[in-house]
Antibody, heavy 123, light 110 residues
Framework: EVQLLESGGGLVQPGGSLRLSCAAS????????MNWVRQAPGKGLEWVSA????????YYAISVRGRFTISRDNSKNTLYLQINSLRAEDTAVYYC????????????????WGQGTLVTVSS | QSVLTQPPSASGTPGQRVTISCFGS????????VYWYQQLPGTAPKFLIY???QRPSGVPDRFSGSKSGTSASLAISGLRSEDEADYYC???????????FGGGTKLTVL
């Protein structure tokens, strides 16, 4: 059974930092590109960052470029997001997900994301 | 302003067929797969459709996806009260080198 478990969120002051983690299980983690997606309170889904299965390529939304760093440890089946210089507008629930759902011709077979981790930026 | 355009709301009565549209461009839907997500009130999103028209196991065949050119649609037939949720489309955008989402469509079952 595929499971995604996000952690590391919390209340942080503007300008502060956090490191989010996403523990994955139930699939060959290293084969799949992974993403962070966030949802501000009462708002829609916003893609934040992506990383290829090997970790060799990373991609960022313009709104977080230079402040957020995505990484992964395939030996631990874990995805990370280092978030620095936090702003009030970064307040959101952060989810990890294999948005592409497939690695080549091999596709996952699950439909539930993790529950996400809440980041609140406030003084 | 989302890169992919969805109607903010849709509605139908139980048993009806409802479609939700998603409009993009040649840099996203026109050249990449489309994905649909369902978010029930107060819960995390779920995969509903992947690669334009494929359903994960456990997703009822009442849900179907299609794509044509730079637009995509999600159809829900035999509408049920438990389908009341927010629905999002998404695709990879080559120009932005990132995923783009629609703004979401709130489906109400009357």
């Amino acid at each position: 059974e595929v499971q995604l478990l996000e952690s590391g969120g919390g209340l942080v002051q503007p300008g502060g930092s956090l490191r989010l983690s996403c523990a994955a299980s139930g699939f060959t983690f290293s084969n799949y590109a992974m993403n962070w997606v966030r949802q501000a309170p009462g708002k829609g889904l916003e893609w934040v960052s992506a990383i290829t299965g090997s970790g060799g390529h990373t991609y960022y939304a313009i709104s977080v470029r230079g402040r957020f760093t995505i990484s992964r440890d395939n030996s631990k089946n874990t995805l990370y997001l280092q978030i620095n210089s936090l702003r009030a507008e970064d307040t959101a629930v952060y989810y990890c997900a294999p948005l592409g759902y497939c690695a080549g011709d091999t596709c996952l077979d699950f439909h539930s994301w993790g529950q996400g981790t809440l980041v609140t930026v406030s003084s | 302003q989302s890169v992919l355009t969805q109607p903010p709301s849709a509605s139908g009565t139980p048993g009806q067929r409802v479609t939700i549209s998603c409009f993009g461009s040649t840099s996203n839907i026109g050249s990449a797969n489309v994905y649909w997500y369902q978010q029930l009130p107060g819960t995390a999103p779920k995969f509903l459709i992947y690669r334009n028209n494929q359903r994960p196991s456990g997703v009822p065949d009442r849900f179907s996806g299609s794509k044509s050119g730079t637009s995509a649609s999600l159809a829900i037939s035999g509408l049920r009260s438990e389908d009341e949720a927010d629905y999002y489309c998404a695709s990879w955008d080559d120009g932005l080198s990132g995923w783009v989402f629609g703004g979401g469509t709130k489906l109400t079952v009357l």
